[in-house]
């Protein structure tokens, strides 16, 4: 049966097509809500399963063998891509040290860097084969089912490059606003889908959508929309240079990587 090109957030119907993608895919664009998505759409359980076995983003995504885990604690995870110094600052320079969770972990090298950086870091990552490694080989606290972690039980959540692969972002929201200190931040980082590389090269800017991105996001889709879970929210944009500022038509926010920072109100 033909699956449905209603917008994967909202419902609406109100959806049109962008451009095309090696011809069997489409970004497509709700008018709704502003979220634009890959068509064909995953469906949760096709993309909790894919998750559980097949996905593989290289390094990012391998478990190290025990022998090589002091090396890339020693280089703070730059091998897999994830070191953290550009990150932090951001962090450390508006929420203080406290209560953390990594939505969307992986095997915990951003958990581990938090804890050395004096935060109370626990994460959450989908694939239980990931959290199994990080409990068994650093000693984190980490779960596979978000239904374990209390409510409001966190001061910061911080969710690096996750939100691009999760087929509802509803999902998640619902999520922040249950997990969430009244006050609490929301660090959201996502590749750029509005920004001067997605604006020259469409699709063809790696990120945009692909095989595992089946989302691609804006400024404009969290500000219009994560206002409805309890957050105001201010952006930025790599390199951090500027401060991070309310959503406005005339705000450029021109980097590969976007910054969202929700205050739980």
Not at 27 to 47: G, H, I, T, V, W
Not at 89 to 108: F, H, Q
Not at 126 to 131: H, L
Request: proline share 5%; charged share 25%; aromatic share 10%.
């Amino acid at each position: 049966m033909r699956q449905g090109s209603q917008c994967p957030y909202c419902g609406s119907e109100a959806t049109s097509r962008l451009q095309r993608k090696k011809l069997v895919m489409q970004l497509r664009c709700c008018q709704a809500c502003s979220l634009m998505f890959r068509y064909p759409k995953d469906d949760d359980a096709e993309n909790k399963g894919f998750y559980q076995k097949s996905y593989n983003q290289q390094t990012v995504t391998e478990l190290p063998k025990k022998e090589e885990l002091p090396g890339h604690i020693a280089t703070k995870f730059v091998n897999v891509g994830r070191d953290l110094t550009d990150h932090l600052k951001v962090i450390e320079a508006i929420a203080p040290k406290s209560r953390l969770l990594d939505y969307g972990c992986s095997w915990g090298y951003c958990v581990h860097q938090f804890r050395e950086n004096g935060y109370d870091a626990a994460g959450f990552e989908i694939s239980k084969m990931r959290v199994d490694y990080g409990r068994e080989m650093l000693g984190l606290d980490l779960v596979s089912d978000v239904k374990q972690l209390h409510d409001a039980s966190f001061d910061i959540i911080y969710s690096a490059h996750a939100l691009e692969h999760i087929p509802d972002p509803a999902v998640s929201f619902r999520q922040f606003q249950r997990l969430l200190k009244p006050g609490g931040s929301l660090f959201v980082f996502v590749p750029n889908c509005a920004g001067e590389p997605a604006r020259r090269l469409g699709v063809n800017w790696g990120p945009m959508i692909n095989e595992k991105h089946v989302l691609a996001l804006t400024a404009e889709f969290f500000h219009r929309n994560l206002s409805t879970y309890g957050f105001s929210t201010e952006f930025s944009s790599s390199p951090y240079l500027q401060s991070p500022q309310p959503f406005r038509d005339e705000l450029v926010l021109d980097g590969e990587e976007l910054l969202v920072i929700g205050k739980r109100v």
